[in-house]
């Protein structure tokens, strides 16, 4: 029988939320997050810049990369018992890669090197990839903190959620790129490259690595490069044994789209994906599917309106009934979109991969009673 959501909070050490941007993978992440805390699990919420309000209906205004302990009485609070608990943690792409360069590094004297180099900065900071990449590095680093049950990973604001999966290959190729190598044995068979040679491969070695001017530039790209292979024997195993952490049967993936045809195409091309490089897909989640209004089952008049109007004593235009109406079409023209749109979802799942329906709420999520019946929905398989 296919497993449910509930089945993989319950069971699995790992739960990565990724999808297109802005389609909720943090508030599902937050929600799954308070659903098993609830249900007993210790739970730590990898998190990804967070909307400031949810963060601080958390009681995060600080959120910050330290872990926090979100306070059992907030929870309680908000009518939601706490058997667990949930400790929260912003991603902090630098800093983990600080922290990855001090841990492998033979000595401080070296680490401290890598750290002040100005390429490392740039690439720590600003390479497309860094972030997929260091989420997954976190990843790596706490999944077998004896301290939690669950760990879940959201996963940062990419265009297309296939990012997430291409950062360590895409990262691992503007690091450790055949360009790139030559570049080093160049620079350090001569100590010094002619700008004859560096003519010819300036190009793609700075399509690797973005546009970065000044003094100095190609020694410090020289050292960087090499030290950083030295440091972890090649990126390029490294990225490769970080991805492999991806394919454990502890780990599940929660696909987030928006009932929006191109978010379920996309969604429907990563699950392909994941099953194609052998990574465990658990569940999509559609999120802000809109629901029909509720209320009688044939659509309102406009005589019904007006004495609706009327009876909740508003004062209205006149031509507010009129609009009612409308509105009242429009909204079950919507839901019966999104209910068409999920089908094809429902197609390609073909009951192998539970599919979760997250209504649209009325207002953003950023209070903890709101978090609280998204997790709820998520547990009991959705509208
Ligand atoms: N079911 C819902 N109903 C209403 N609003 C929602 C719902 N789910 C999420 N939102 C709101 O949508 C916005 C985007 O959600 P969220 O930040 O979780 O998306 P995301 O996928 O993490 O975005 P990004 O790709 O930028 O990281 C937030 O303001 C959130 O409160
Ligand atoms: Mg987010």
Not at 130 to 138: D, F, H, I, L, S
Not at 179 to 200: D, H, I, K, P, Y
Request: hydrophobic share 45%.
């Amino acid at each position: 029988m296919t497993e449910t959501l509930a089945d993989l909070v319950m069971s699995r050490r790992v739960l990565v939320t990724v999808g297109a941007g802005g389609v909720g993978k943090t508030t599902t992440a937050a929600a799954l997050g308070v659903a098993a805390a609830r249900r007993g699990k210790r739970v730590l919420c990898l998190t990804i810049d967070p909307a400031r309000r949810l963060a601080e209906s958390l009681g995060l205004e600080t959120m910050s990369a330290e872990e926090q302990v979100v306070e059992r009485g907030l929870f309680e609070r908000a009518g939601i018992p706490m058997a667990g608990s949930l400790t929260a943690m912003m991603l902090d792409t630098k800093r983990t890669f600080d922290e990855l360069v001090v841990r492998h590094s033979s000595s401080p004297e070296h680490a401290r090197k890598l750290l002040d180099n100005r390429l490392y900065q740039y690439v720590s900071t600003s390479l497309a990839g860094t972030q997929e990449y260091m989420a997954m590095e976190k990843l790596v680093a706490v999944k077998e903190d004896p301290r939690f049950d669950l760990v879940i990973l959201d996963t940062p604001p990419t265009a297309n959620a296939l990012d997430f999966l291409d950062a360590p290959e895409r990262l691992a190729e503007a690091i450790d790129s055949a360009a790139m190598r030559w570049f080093v044995q160049a620079f350090e068979s001569t100590g010094t490259l002619s700008l004859n040679v560096l003519a010819r491969s300036a190009a793609v070695v700075l399509r690797g690595l973005g546009r970065i001017t000044g003094g100095g530039f190609l020694a410090a790209m020289a050292e960087f490069i090499s030290e950083l292979n030295d440091l972890f024997g090649g990126f390029k195993q490294r990225a490769k044994m970080v991805e492999e952490a991806l394919r454990s049967s502890e780990v599940s993936f929660v696909l987030v789209t928006s009932p929006a045809p191109m978010s379920l195409q996309e969604v429907v091309y990563f699950s392909e994906r994941l099953e194609s490089s052998r990574m465990p897909r658990g569940a999509f989640v559609v999120n802000r599917f809109r629901l029909p209004p509720p209320g009688a089952d044939a659509p309102p008049s406009e005589r019904d309106a007006a004495l609706a109007i009327a009876r909740h004593k508003l004062v209205l235009d006149e031509d507010a009934p009129g609009r009612l109406v409308h509105a009242h079409a429009d909204a079950e023209r919507l839901a019966a979109l999104d209910a068409v749109n999920v089908q094809a979802l429902d197609a390609k799942a073909r009951g192998r991969v539970p599919i979760v329906r997250v209504a649209e709420l009325a207002s953003d999520v950023h209070d903890l009673g709101k978090l609280g019946a998204i997790a709820e929905a998520l547990m009991s398989g959705g509208v």
